[in-house]
């Protein structure tokens, strides 16, 4: 699962299979060889990977697909959507975005 985030999050940057590497201090055939699930970073690499392109390493390693959690009500937030009928979570979703777009406006504001 790491090979797959791992090139996405890369091309997403713009970045070459080399440029990665020398941004994490790693060889091109390391970074090669975790997108094409050949090898698997050790620990401290995986923190590096995760903090560098801003995700989780749950998501990294395909135990997430929220890339990082912002809050730790969000687990909630889903258990409680889906919950919901189809009809209910779209009016639940139209509210949040327009809750949303205040908040951003008042920010904005100030």
Do not use: W
């Amino acid at each position: 699962m790491i090979g797959q985030r791992l090139k996405r999050l890369r091309e997403e940057k713009g970045l070459t299979q080399q440029q990665l590497a020398d941004e994490l201090h790693l060889t091109y055939h390391a970074v090669s060889g975790y997108e094409r699930n050949k090898s698997e970073p050790d620990d401290e690499i995986l923190i590096n990977i995760a903090t560098y392109f801003h995700v989780s390493s749950d998501y990294l390693l395909g135990l997430s697909d929220m890339r990082n959690p912002t809050f730790k009500g969000e687990n909630k937030m889903i258990n409680m959507m889906k919950e919901l009928n189809e009809e209910d979570r779209k009016s639940v979703q139209e509210v949040c975005e327009i809750l949303i777009k205040r908040f951003k406006e008042g920010y904005e504001k100030k």
